[in-house]
């Protein structure tokens, strides 16, 4: 908490009304304040310090307001899935007692020790409801609102010489507020004192309310950015972030606090307190269809967004938009309109998802219209004859499936992108698109009416007409004209049999994706000319062989010949060196088909997938030396596997019934990722039981790893199972777990770290990193086991600087999002974890092959895993990645927590 100034204090508070013990009571507790005062970073604060006692249970759902505002009611429903559970929960922002009925209704709903946390400016709203106690958050002090206004403005504790009275005064002006204070801080930052100045006389021309405070920065943009503003105010966030007018949120996403956005609508709002339709921007339903249903007074209109939280249907006459003569930007959605309406002809944005009517208005001029976005439309035409759109750029007409024909392009010479994905029913192409110099992407994916093409620009660089009824002949027109083509795309056209020879006149195409193309059983040689292919996709296709021309693809890195059942696999010897990616999955591959010499071969390779084959061996593939991801699933045949490439670090053999032990690894990643589930013979003595001295199915890796201790920092196992082996001595239900390292000096010569724990997998199917090639296997819901291995040197690197031993460490080996509570398909659900101290000891037991019951090198372990640590110190909190390497799986072990003990 070292730039969330004052909030130490202020979260003891807080946890005083929480109770130290949280007992059997199920507690509700406020947090009150005005916007921007620091609710929501004092419950998040809070939340992260007590998490760990509610196991897999906690949850933080932010922005109450605005979900309900956006989805409506009836929408969220919690009570099924925690009820009787001992939960931690946090409603941050919540302004109504609909919103807490829906969410929480009363403590009944809630297991024993549970602790509810509810944010809102509504003080009288939280007692209402039934909290035991509201924490009022008041404003910083004088010196921790300074503290802050000087970090935020010098990098330091303190002002800069020279502007310590102009710090007090602006500090003073803030009354206390967090979001002021920084949003001013930021503003200031790296500014003259004749700047100040300036600002500060602004300061006292209006600071009778907050909102002006903040209005300082608004003023300093110029009128661009107070446009651009404005805009974000009422319909995004794009920009401006260096100003702290903007934020990323923890999930890496653009945001705009909502005082800040306050300010914007405010300042809109004081154009014309009395009379919408007399601002420049409308966002409030209400006032909007008050402005639409008055055909008089609404001239300075700017900028409309009807974004209604759930489908309504809207009554206007055609004239609802006239004499809007300045509107720029208009964003409809869930709104239901009947008939025709006019619209005004400034516009540069318009967005409007299911658009009523069969084509735009022939009163419609549309020469100032920059962007087109009407998906879900009712339209058959866009509009009939030509239309001068100059200024058009983009055009998206997705899921119109009424939509027969496209419009006459003549007028419109400067659009670069037009998307008509899935538009069933269009059938004609007006050949004018032929005269659109500009365009470089067109797309036209999933018109399954669509059998040809006029003419396209020679500067086309992406076209993707996939799921199409594009023929033959056609698609040799199309090549003769897209010579600048970069990516076609033809998956799932199922009336292509073959590609004509012309395709190599394609010089600069990169991407060529043919997947499931189900009657396509020939490519040309000629394909060997396109000399600039990267990319290569046949899987699902007739062609039973790789055609020989791929041999001559001097550029080619990526090769996926999948779901293809070849007669026999031909030599990979003509492919070129560069080649890094190869998926032959489900090609029917025998023992022996595949190249004994393929490390020879494909030096380059770092991604190979051969799952579904019928080999019972593999070729020695330990000369791949920049392979990384090997997947091997559903090899039923597979036995056994060669010395693995010491780069390895992704391992899938899922499915691999027949396959009876672990190969032999290096490791020169310093990482290891094994996924082996349904491998039941793998099991068979391989200590994935809760009887097992230790599991080992880890003996191999770790071993090997042990040998050059330097080069294995992480290992991760998933297979199948419920019970987290006896080898690991400390054990507890749920997510998270207090390590107890050991005092120096067994810290200094501890080997490692190994953890454990069992996982509920909720959904079904496999799921797959991007390092992962191929489709997932299905399979159905079952019980996992993961084990970590983390090596002391890594340990102690994350420690360095807060521990050299003797502490007690939190972990928690999932944090899950909130959403999984209230919905089905939740990813996953951590049941039970554990952990070992890795002594030297242990690995001499490991290879010689006996156990060791307890860690009886490290005797001061702690072994009351119950409960939390009864600590010295705090010396850490926070959120540091202990095992991050399989967070794209599933599960990622965070350090949370640190204590130094004696």
């Not at 009354?175 to 002021?180: E, F, K, S």
């Not at 992704?650 to 027949?658: E, P, R």
């Not at 207090?738 to 770290?753: E, F, I, R």
């Not at 928690?812 to 999002?817: D, T, V």
Request: hydrophobic residues 35%.
């Amino acid at each position: 908490m070292d730039n969330l100034v004052g909030m130490g204090s202020r979260a003891n508070k807080l946890k005083e009304l929480l109770g130290e013990d949280t007992g059997d009571d199920v507690r509700f507790v406020g947090i009150s304040g005005m916007g921007g005062i620091g609710k929501t970073t004092l419950a998040r604060v809070v939340y992260d310090e007590i998490g760990m006692e509610f196991r897999n249970s906690r949850c933080f759902l932010e922005n109450v307001k605005d979900y309900f505002e956006k989805h409506g009611a009836g929408k969220v429903m919690i009570k099924k899935s925690l009820q009787h559970r001992k939960v931690l929960l946090v409603l941050d922002d919540v302004d109504s007692a609909e919103q807490l009925e829906m969410l929480a209704a009363n403590q009944n709903w809630f297991g024993p020790g549970s602790r509810i946390i509810i944010t809102s400016r509504d003080q009288r709203l939280l007692y209402k409801h039934g909290a035991c106690g509201v924490f009022k958050l008041e404003g910083l002090n004088y010196i921790e609102a300074l503290t802050l206004f000087s970090l935020k403005t010098f990098k330091n504790y303190e002002p800069s010489e020279g502007f310590e009275e102009f710090s007090m005064r602006v500090v003073e002006y803030a009354q206390g507020l967090p979001l002021a204070i920084e949003v001013l801080g930021c503003f200031l930052g790296g500014r003259s004192r004749r700047e100040w100045e300036s600002a500060i006389t602004s300061l006292k021309d209006y600071c009778d309310d907050i909102l002006d405070v903040l209005k300082i920065s608004f003023d300093g943009l110029n009128k661009p950015e107070k446009d651009m503003f404005l805009d974000i105010a009422y319909i995004g966030v794009k920009h401006l972030v260096e100003k702290s007018l903007l934020s990323f949120s923890p999930m890496g996403k653009l945001v705009m606090h909502d005082l800040l956005r306050d300010m914007g609508r405010k300042i809109v709002h004081l154009e014309s307190p009395g009379n919408p339709g007399r601002r420049s921007r409308l966002w409030d339903p209400e006032d909007i269809l008050s402005v639409l249903t008055t055909p008089t007074g609404r001239e300075e209109v700017e900028a409309i967004v009807l974004d209604l939280p759930e489908k309504e249907e809207v009554q206007l006459n055609r004239e609802a938009f006239s004499n809007m003569y300045r509107l720029r930007l208009l964003i409809i959605r869930n709104a239901k309109f009947e008939g025709p309406i006019d619209l005004p002809s400034e516009l540069r944005l318009l967005v409007w998802d299911c658009y009523p009517s069969e084509s735009l208005p022939a009163s419609f001029r549309r020469s100032k219209l920059v962007e087109l976005n009407m998906c879900y439309s009712n339209m058959s035409r866009l509009w009939h004859g030509k239309a001068k759109m100059s200024n058009l750029k983009a055009m998206d007409l997705s899921h119109s499936h009424n939509l027969i024909a496209t419009p006459d392009f003549t007028g419109a010479p400067n659009i670069a992108t037009l998307i008509f994905k899935d538009c069933t029913s269009l059938g004609v192409i007006h050949p004018s698109i032929g005269s659109l110099q500009k365009l470089t992407c067109l797309s036209f994916r999933g018109c399954t009416k669509l059998r040809n093409l006029p003419s396209m620009p020679g500067k086309l660089k992406e076209l993707y007409l996939d799921s199409t009824a594009l023929s033959n002949e056609e698609l040799q027109q199309i090549i003769c004209w897209a010579v600048a083509l970069s990516v076609l795309s033809l998956s799932s056209c199922n009336s292509l049999k073959t590609v004509p020879v012309s395709i190599g006149s394609l010089k600069q195409l990169k991407v060529l994706n043919l997947h499931g193309c189900s009657q396509l059983d020939n490519v040309p040689r000629e394909l060997g000319g396109l000399e600039s292919l990267e990319e290569l996709d046949l899987s699902g296709t007739k062609i039973t062989q790789p055609p020989l021309s791929i041999f001559y693809l001097k550029h080619l890195k990526t090769l996926s010949f999948q779901y293809n059942m070849p007669t026999k696999l031909p030599t990979l010897s003509g492919l070129h060196s560069m080649i890094t990616t190869l998926n032959l999955g489900d090609c029917g591959l025998k023992e022996g088909d595949f190249p004994t010499s393929v490390g020879c071969l494909l030096p380059s390779l770092e991604l190979l997938d051969l799952s579904s084959n019928n080999f019972v061996t593999l070729p020695i593939i330990g000369q791949l030396s920049r392979l990384y991801s090997l997947r091997l699933d559903n090899c039923m045949m597979l036995t056994s596997l060669p010395k693995l490439p010491s780069r390895i670090e992704f391992l899938y053999v899922n499915g691999c019934v027949s396959l009876g032990q672990m190969p032999d690894m290096k490791f020169s990643g310093g990482h290891f990722y094994f996924e082996g589930l349904d491998c039941s013979k793998l099991y068979d003595g391989n200590g994935v039981s809760e009887d097992s001295s230790w599991p080992t199915l880890l003996r191999r890796p770790l071993l090997r790893g042990q040998e050059h201790p330097a080069t294995l920092e992480r290992l991760v196992f998933k297979v199948q199972g419920s019970r987290i082996p006896k080898w690991f001595t400390h054990q507890r239900d749920g997510s998270s777990i207090w390590v107890s390292l050991p005092k120096s000096p067994y810290y200094d010569d501890m080997m490692g770290l190994a953890l454990c724990c069992t996982v509920n997998d909720l959904t079904d199917g496999s799921h797959f990193s991007k390092q992962q090639l191929g489709s997932p296997s299905k399979r159905q819901r079952q019980q996992h086991i993961c084990f970590f291995f983390v090596s002391g040197d890594s340990i102690r690197f994350l420690l360095k600087g807060l521990s050299d031993g003797s502490a007690c460490v939190g972990l928690s080996f999932e944090e899950l999002p909130f959403y999984q509570l209230i919905k089905p398909g939740a990813a996953v659900e951590v049941i039970r974890c554990g952990y070992r101290i890795v002594s030297r000891r242990d690995i001499e037991d490991l290879a010689a092959g006996t156990s060791t019951d307890v860690a009886s090198a490290f005797a001061t372990i702690r072994r009351d895993d119950d409960h939390s640590p009864r600590p010295k110190k705090l010396i850490f909190e926070g959120s540091r990645s202990l095992v991050l390497f399989c967070a794209n799986d599933f599960v990622c072990v965070r350090v949370l927590k640190v204590y130094q003990v004696d």
